[in-house]
């Protein structure tokens, strides 16, 4: 059988047999694979707690015909004691690492892209104060971009329209239509546009915030803001699926107030910086 060497992130494990576990991983060059931990779940098991639900691990694994043999494991980054103590940080990294299953739907299909946001994103809840939920909202939002799924945030999303002038600074249109692919000008929106909502500018602002990685204006946001933003994106994410997350209703969502910051806003597009 063909050995061969991958970085991954465990995305998910399920029990097989007595003592060995069928693990889902995302890797960095051959996509979404499921292989077979043998013995991984006794206790003098080779593996440790390195095949664990959120590990960033470098395997060597044999190429099976239907299942890979996962032979060696080294851990990278371990995530998964810090999620797990902390219960917001934890029920994001969940939906976090359902979203990147869900998005990868045929498996040994490069993914590159999605790994490293994966990755980015488990590091920024584990190794930063920043909020979880906001960390998950720019996951999401870039998880939608890379799939082809972008929301229009900035113009309208059936005729390309910029928002108005606000301040000298682009604004944002009135109207937000998830099956149209987000917001909407006031002609496209009386042109059949049913189950339009009209968030606050302020929500958009923050959407586009997390999009774009400009950190300072996403923290400066309020709590209504964030939960209107974290509505929006979960929408979107369920009508591109066609489906909603198991993980998604149990983020624990916290209202925040956050205090005025000074200083410019200088746009930051990694998620760990």
Partial sequence: MTVYRDSAVVLRVTKLGEADRIVTL??????????????????????????EPF?????????????????????????????????????????IVETAERMTAEEREPALRLFLLVVSALRALVQTDRDPALVLDAFLL??????????ALRECARCGIPGGTVGG???????????????????????????????????????????EGDWPAAEAATGPDRREASGLVAALLQWHLERSLRSLPLVDRVAVTPEPTAGPRRPDLALES
Wanted: proline letters at 6%; glycine letters at 12%; hydrophobic letters at 40%.
């Fill in 26 to 51: 995302l890797t960095r060059r051959n996509g979404r694979i499921r292989a077979v931990a043998k013995g991984v779940r006794r206790t003098r098991s080779k593996f440790g707690g390195r095949l």
């Fill in 55 to 95: 590990g960033h691990v470098d395997l060597q694994l044999y190429a099976g015909r239907n299942l890979d043999i996962v032979t060696q494991a080294v851990s990278l980054d371990t995530f998964g004691p810090a999620l797990a103590a902390d219960y917001p940080r934890y029920t994001c990294a969940t939906a």
């Fill in 142 to 151: 870039r998880a939608l971009a890379l799939s082809g799924w972008a929301p």
């Fill in 169 to 211: 600074e682009p604004g944002f249109h009135s109207a937000f239509h998830v099956a149209s692919g987000g917001s909407l000008c006031p002609d496209c929106r009386g042109a059949g546009a049913g189950g339009a909502v009209r968030p606050a500018p302020t929500t958009l602002e923050l959407m586009a915030a997390l999009a």
